[in-house]
């Protein structure tokens, strides 16, 4: 039935409340319905309302009263809000439960406490227990709704629900260090003025007194006195169905108490501050109200801390998943591809700030301690997830900088004219400089992070790049060194073994020597360039001289190979016996000797052999190389085995009987013509 709901506010155009041009109403949220749920909806409409970005910068307030005082109404004209009213011709109830709903104008919060009255109806009190206990949590201001013809009826209902205030707000604060008080605001309705204001509030006072000292206090709390707890207001308002512009009139006049600040009567000072963030309240609405359910001590600054965590929570969640959707982009390069990012120090202190600040802002407001920890933790855990990039990067200026260093050193060792240690310095200055700088540019403030092992690494890597080029280097080194020896070998002993005079082998250490001296001097060229140690060109001269040695040895051996051998000697031997001391051939005669012209030649021939078969240093008698495991100097020395001597001495014999015959057969022909 229509007719049996209560009536919508209308803020109808007639009244002079009409303060706020906005005609749209403020939607009103049901906190707790008539089954003592409470509703989720309250953060959605803490957004609505435009509050929940209000950090401190709002103040709660809420009434209390017996059923049909007018309650309502008042606040409807007080704060332009649009709780039901009950229909003055319909006296139906409305529903149970507690709304709330934002002031018009204002950032204050109007919370409306609508109950059965228990009292009269001989109905339990637990909802308006329940419901005062809430509201004494979560406000700053109570106002107390009460007829001027019930003050001073110390048994009424009034008196009954003042005492149940006082006794929840005893519980409430008992733990409480700071005492935190609450403002109550007496508004006495259909106040005539034929009894002064003020005598009203001192029959009331005295009431107040009498119920705070019938309490039964919780120890230690026997002596505490009502003003500990309680500052007091009283005003009164006209009848508003007999006197209606003067009720107005008079709320407009109490509205500024909750609205100026520089009104000497203002009720949200400070100190009444629940110091709950707007952003929090839901929660802390809702917390507060399921411990008064399950009627659990109620111990405010708990619940502060609870409060505390499950934001600071919250907060640091949403501002994780913001900090993983600015990072996110940067996943792929560098901790896939490998990439470097000069940049990525800076973008990651900016993620990284940004997220400290959008915790610090709303979380600050919370219970420091809580709030402090919670930050340090939040910290760490942003400085653990950077670090893998972090991490990444050095890796990745690692990789790089070994690449740089690498590339650099081959592309300068094409230059055949390099100094091999400067140019490992120069290409080790700038890999390391690029690492460095790179590194120390993605270092954040306030971090434990380090790079100096991946530094450490970084130099075994140069060290070893730099050690194999140095290898491969001297090994070019030494091949060019091998060749520019063979050649320089080669002629000259060519030369003397086709000549083999007395001095021959003298020559040939002399050619030995000249070519040891040239390769001395590159060696030391060299030396400077690889930044030689003493010790090392000292091996490295001795090695040479055994290599051109080795050389020599070689070249003299090719040179003697049989044929080559054999052929010396058939030269050797055709210049002594068939040509004249002119050098023009010789021609036979009957009287020539040629027996013994054939021995004198042949004799001489084969005595080149015993001259070829071993090195004769009787010249050089000071020259000598150093033996070792794989080089016997003394060996080396012999040229030709005695077999090898017998063998070609043989070989020689038979090919010079042939040149024997052969002259004396030409003799024989010249006489027979
Ligand atoms: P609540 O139950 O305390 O919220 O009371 P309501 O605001 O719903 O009003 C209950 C009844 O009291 C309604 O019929 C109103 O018209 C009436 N009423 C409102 N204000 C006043 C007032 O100042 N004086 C009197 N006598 N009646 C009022
Ligand atoms: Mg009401």
Known sequence: NEKNKPTEPTNSTNSILDWDHDLAPIPRLQVVDEHQIFSDKLSQYMKDWGLSDAGFKYDVVAVFGSQSTGKSTLLNRLFGTSFAEMDENQRKQTTKGIWLSRAKGMHVLVMDVEGTDGRERGEDQDFERKSALFSMATSEVIIINLWEHQVGLYQGANMGLLKTVFEVNLQLFQNQKSKEKTLLLIVIRDFVGATPLDNLANTLKAD??????????PEGLEDCKITQYFDFMFTGLPHKILLPDKFDQEVIKLRSRFNDPKDPNFVFRPEYHKRIPADGYHVYASSIWDKVLTNKDLDLPTQQQLLAQYRCDEISNAAFEVFNERITPYKSPILEKGQVNLELGKVMKGIRDEALESFDKSASRYDQGVYQKKRLEMYAKLNIQLGVYFVGQINNLHKKAVIMFDENLRKQLKDPTYNFAQVISTCLKQANEYFINGAKATMLPETDWSYSREQELLTEDFKEISSKARTTEFKKMNKALEKQIETELADPIALELNQPTNDMWHKVIGAYKSTVSDGEKLLSKKAKSFDSSKEEIKKSVSELKKRTWIVLRKKVDDELADNLLLLKLRNRFEEKFRYDEHGLPKVWKPQDDIDSHFKKARDETLSLIKRFSKVDLSRDP??????????????????????????????????????????????VSTTAK
């Open 208 to 217: 107040l007194e009498k119920i705070w000292a019938s309490l039964s206090k």
């Open 622 to 667: 000071d020259f000598k190389l150093e033996s070792d495991e794989d080089f016997d100097f003394e060996r080396t020395l012999t040229v030709l085995s005695e077999a090898k001597q017998i063998d070609i001495t043989t070989r020689f014999k038979r090919e010079s009987d042939a040149f024997f015959l052969e002259a004396k057969r030409s003799v």
